[in-house]
């Protein structure tokens, strides 16, 4: 997906996908598209920040067009760090440490 920053927030202006039973179709309002036209999609719609949420296997690749697309910075929660190429910010986010981070606060709340 893909985020423009305003001063107030932020607004997803359009979501890429392969599975044919999703492209062409809404989610949340957002239009969600073939992920084989991001390229194309990218060269028209200057995009601040693309957000990776796809397997460890497909995570570089998709990392990959996003930064020859010449988005700003990339969010990535794909479980793999991503090797940044072009000197484009990423943030790895790793789920698993934060949930971890969460159990340690509700077994020790006096840490709150």
């Not at 996908?17 to 598209?33: M, N, P, Q, T």
């Not at 988005?71 to 929660?77: E, L, M, Q, S, T």
């Not at 991503?82 to 509700?106: A, K, M, Q, R, W």
């Amino acid at each position: 997906s893909f985020i423009r920053s305003y001063s107030d927030g932020f607004c997803v202006t359009s979501l890429f996908d392969i599975k044919e039973d999703l492209i062409g179709k809404e989610k949340s309002g957002v239009l969600v598209r073939d992920f084989a036209t991001l390229t194309d999609y990218l060269k028209e719609n200057p995009t601040d920040i693309g957000v990776i949420t796809v397997t460890k296997e497909n995570a570089q690749n998709a990392c990959d067009k996003l930064m020859e697309g010449g988005v700003k910075g990339i969010w990535n929660f794909a479980p793999v760090d991503l090797e940044n190429t072009v000197g484009t910010p990423v943030e790895n986010v790793h789920l698993s440490d934060n949930l971890h981070s969460l159990v340690y606060y509700i077994n020790h709340p006096e840490q709150i």
